[in-house]
């Protein structure tokens, strides 16, 4: 059964002070492994999808990067507007020819002034 | 805006009766998704259609159904409410059967009394 595991649970940063969000992952055949952010009351906003390991992707101040058994979103610089829930989400081959995703818990990451 | 349009933002119903959520897809995407979101259960795959046919399901309930019209509007039925059905209801498309990333919706929050 695919799984993902995203840790911290919640993560508190001063502004500017950098760190890394884990999403460990248990998939058979990755197709792709999808970062999304998400803000309260909304719904989760696309940001990265990475394919095969060692694939970086960069947006802003956000670097994702892949490996064989997980994936980490840097947060270089953050400031508060980065405060938000990252969510990970994998899709695999036992998912067939569709767009099922599995998503982890997601990290609460909450950025101070 | 992801151009995903989900109503009604809220729900507030009763025990034993029928709601009905409805999503529009972006344009040009074909796909539509359906997913439940709880704060113990995080994000759960509930169906996927594509172009007007089934596609694939997750963990959805019996007392649960949903459609894909064919000008590719969606509807979720939820019957027979229960307490613990009281959750984020999201809806989100692709333009693919499977490859494509999803795109959310912000949600219908069903409360259930």
């Known amino acids: 059964e695919d799984q993902v595991t995203q840790s911290p649970e919640a993560l508190r940063l001063q502004e500017g002070e950098s760190s890394s969000l884990n999403c460990s992952y248990t998939v058979s055949g990755l197709r792709g492994l999808f970062w999304y952010r998400q803000d309260p009351g909304k719904g989760p906003e696309f940001l990265f999808t990475?394919?095969?390991a060692g694939e970086e992707k960069e947006k802003e101040r956000l670097k994702a990067t892949l490996t064989k058994k997980e994936s980490f979103l840097h947060i270089t610089a953050p400031k508060p507007e980065d405060s938000a829930t990252y969510l990970c989400?994998?899709?695999?081959?036992?998912?067939?020819?569709?767009?099922?995703?599995?998503f982890g818990q997601g990290t609460t990451l909450q950025v101070k002034p | 805006d992801s151009g995903v349009t989900q109503t009604p933002k809220h729900l507030i119903t009763a025990t034993g009766q029928r709601v009905t959520l409805r999503c529009s897809p972006r344009s040009g995407d074909l796909s539509v998704y359906w997913y439940q979101q709880s704060l113990d259960q995080g994000l759960q795959f509930l169906i996927q259609?594509?172009?007007?046919?089934?596609?694939a399901k997750g963990n959805i309930l019996e007392r649960f159904s949903a459609q894909q019209f064919p000008d590719l509007h969606s509807e979720l039925n939820l019957s027979s409410l229960e307490l613990g059905d009281s959750a984020l209801y999201f809806c989100?498309?692709?333009?693919?059967?499977?490859?494509?990333?999803?795109?959310f919706g912000n949600g219908t929050r069903l409360t259930v009394t």
């Open positions: 990475l394919y095969s």
């Open positions: 259609y594509y172009n007007g046919e089934e596609r």
């Open positions: 989400a994998v899709q695999g081959r036992s998912s067939g020819n569709t767009g099922k995703l599995i």
């Open positions: 989100a498309s692709s333009a693919g059967q499977g490859d494509s990333p999803l795109h």
